[in-house]
């Protein structure tokens, strides 16, 4: 039966928005800056999987040589029981011939025999259990290649991550190391969030605005309608009703100014957060499938790839202290 095997570094994908995790991202952080960091002694072996996967080959190993020694014993006892059973063969036959004659050396011979039998009993019995011995070791050897299998599958996979954030940093000056990419990511996403909540603000402000200023006029309207007698009353109203709309009308320039101001802020916002996701999408060699106006779909792609770099810093940073750990416990 084949053994399951355990995901040593399982994948955690965060739940909800992005923008949500950014008090989390903040927190770890400010934990890193506090941390001490250690360096390990490089004279002291450590864990790595390359020395996890050395020690499986060297059982490995190990194994095939008690299996050979073990195959070379069942060989040897099998040709001693051959070797016993062409003697008690030969016996069997000058017994049947002297039977007569020499009943006594029968009687003998048969003891002789029954004791044989009660050996190659003990001899069946300690081959069943070295065969048994041999078909753990089996197993064994199997659940070694497997777990050296799943090792060099998570070598492989790290190994693309630590290549990627390097070939990074060489590709961009504007980066010194990974976490300034994180770093822009998360000045973009503040920005964006800043400037639809203002949108949003003026928008609401410019609405209270026309509704108010379509309520006076048609107010004043239906007020000038019911009150023909008194002209000289509905003109000096008219005026001031006039001078009202003509001061909302100036709010609402204001306003229109305000919000072309930051459509325009908005703009820019998007062509950063486009040429990111060109700049991602090169650097890992995928096709640019998104129209430059869907930067929803941008910035899950720049968020997926942010994360995965927060996920490698963490493996490292986690990995880092485990070392210092060691290294301590041996120091």
């Known amino acids: 039966m084949k053994k399951t095997t355990k995901d040593l570094a399982p994948i955690a994908i965060p739940h909800g928005p992005p923008v949500e995790s950014t ?3 903040y927190k770890s952080l400010m934990e890193s800056a506090r941390m001490v960091k250690k360096y ?3 004279d002291v072996a450590r864990p790595t999987p390359q020395v996890l996967m050395e020690q499986a080959r060297r059982d ?3 194994a095939d040589e008690k299996l050979a020694l073990k195959r070379e014993e069942e060989k040897k006892n ?4 051959d070797a016993k059973w062409e003697d008690l063969r030969t016996k069997e036959i000058l017994l049947k011939e002297s039977f007569i004659s020499f009943n006594k050396f029968i009687r003998e011979n048969q003891e002789k025999r029954d004791r044989a039998e009660r050996k190659m009993e003990a001899d069946s019995e300690v081959l069943e259990r070295k065969t048994r011995e041999t078909e753990a070791m089996r197993c064994r050897v199997a659940e070694m290649e497997e777990v050296k299998q799943l090792m060099e599958k998570q070598v492989k996979d790290y190994t693309i991550y630590e290549d990627y954030l390097m070939a990074v940093v060489h590709s961009y000056p504007e980066f010194k190391q990974p976490l300034d990419v ?3 990511y998360e000045a973009l996403a503040a920005a964006k969030s800043t400037l639809a909540e203002r949108q949003e603000k003026d928008l609401e402000m410019l609405e209270e605005a026309r509704q108010e200023i379509a309520s006076l006029t048609e107010e004043k309207k239906l007020f000038i309608m019911g009150l023909n007698n008194t002209l000289a009353n509905l003109r000096w109203q008219y005026d001031k009703i006039r001078n009202r709309v003509i001061k909302w009308e100036l709010a609402l ?3 229109k100014e305000t919000a072309a101001r930051r459509h325009v802020e908005l703009c820019h916002v998007r062509s950063a957060i486009w040429a990111l996701y060109v700049k991602i999408c090169k650097q890992k060699g995928l096709a640019i499938d998104i129209k430059t106006s869907d930067f929803e779909q941008q910035l899950v792609v720049i968020m997926r790839a942010l994360l995965e770099l927060r996920r490698i810093y963490r ?3 986690r990995r880092s202290k485990e ?3 060691e290294s301590m416990q041996t120091a």
Do not use: G
């Open 315 to 317: 493996i490292a940073q």
């Open 323 to 325: 070392k210092d750990v």
């Open 253 to 255: 320039n204001r306003l």
């Open 40 to 42: 390990p002694v490089w």
């Open 23 to 25: 008090t989390e991202y």
């Open 78 to 81: 099998r040709e001693v029981m």
């Open 60 to 62: 490995l190993m190990q």
């Open 182 to 184: 994180l770093n822009r």
